[in-house]
């Protein structure tokens, strides 16, 4: 097996948005936000080659949106999938399978693209596989008030038309063991139905893809939770629960919206688990 950290672009998120009730005063230490109070985030995804096979976890937001759309999100940065791909010897049509935690557009716009007339859509790796489950693939396509900007139907309808779509079957405690993609899987709730976490051993390591769970390390103390979470008390369990995990375990934490910081560790403190170190891939794994 080998991982290959995939920067596919850089975006900017309202810093309250992402923080919720916490006090801008506090969390702009560890995100700190520009003139119109939006603080800069990763579209970090993972690619896992494993013998033959090689899967993407997640795509990042693509590049088939108007400028309108671009502009709310303030792309910033010279990031794309197909260069970070490219840095690998790989290209889009090499990749197997593609893992979607959730559908959320900066987390799947760029597994669908245009077709060459632009009259439709079509899938942007031709000869993958893509995952996602069925309690969360219903949750998207019939979203709800608070996600429907977030779920868009270009992104998402045109993965079943095209015959590619796959869905990982949900376990009654919300942990897969050995899934398909030869990765655990944790199922959390909190910020959106079924979101999927991949918990991934290399080289004697574990690594927690975090997703939305905890989407960048000032994330980490309990209470900091996004407005986007759809049941913010359910994350507050869920967090609580991975990262004591995790500080037990020396697990490593996968960061898909930190700007600054690929991977991480967690420790005990009198407030509570905490960010203890933080790392680039190439410091602990030497790619």
């Not at 010897?89 to 559908?103: A, M």
């Not at 990982?168 to 944790?186: A, C, E, V």
């Not at 967690?266 to 602990?284: A, D």
Request: with cysteine; charged share 25%; proline share 5%.
């Amino acid at each position: 097996m080998k991982l290959y950290p995939i920067e596919t672009g850089n975006f900017k998120l309202d810093g309250g948005a992402m923080f919720g009730v916490v006090p801008k005063s506090i969390w702009q230490k560890t995100n700190p936000a520009d003139c119109n109070n939006m603080v800069d985030l990763a579209m970090r995804c993972l690619l896992i080659e494993i013998g033959k096979r090689l899967i993407l976890i997640d795509t990042g937001i693509g590049n088939k949106q108007n400028k309108k759309f671009f502009s709310y999100y303030y792309l910033w940065g010279d990031f794309s999938l197909e260069k970070s791909l490219a840095q690998y010897g790989f290209t889009c049509d090499d990749i197997t399978d593609v893992f979607l935690t959730h559908l959320h557009f900066d987390h799947c716009g760029g597994a669908i693209e245009w077709n060459k007339s632009k009259s439709g859509y079509r899938p942007a790796f031709k000869n993958a596989i893509y995952w996602s489950n069925e309690d969360h693939w219903n949750w998207a396509v019939q979203p709800n008030f608070r996600e429907k900007v977030s779920f868009l139907k270009e992104n998402i309808l045109p993965i079943r038309e095209s015959g590619q779509l796959k869905f990982i079957t949900i376990p009654k405690d919300n942990f897969l063991k050995n899934s398909p993609l030869g990765f655990d899987i944790y199922f959390v709730n909190g910020h959106t139905d079924k979101q999927m976490l991949p918990v991934i051993t290399y080289e004697e390591k574990t690594i927690i893809y975090a997703a939305d769970l905890l989407p960048t390390t000032g994330h980490i103390p309990i209470p900091y939770i996004a407005g986007y979470d759809t049941r913010p008390l359910l994350t507050i369990q869920e967090k609580e629960q991975i990262l004591n995990l995790a500080e037990s375990q020396n697990y490593f934490f996968f960061f898909e919206h930190d700007a600054r910081h690929e991977l991480g560790t967690v420790k005990k403190t009198e407030k509570g688990v905490r960010l203890n170190e933080t790392f680039s891939f190439l410091e602990i794994f030497g790619k």
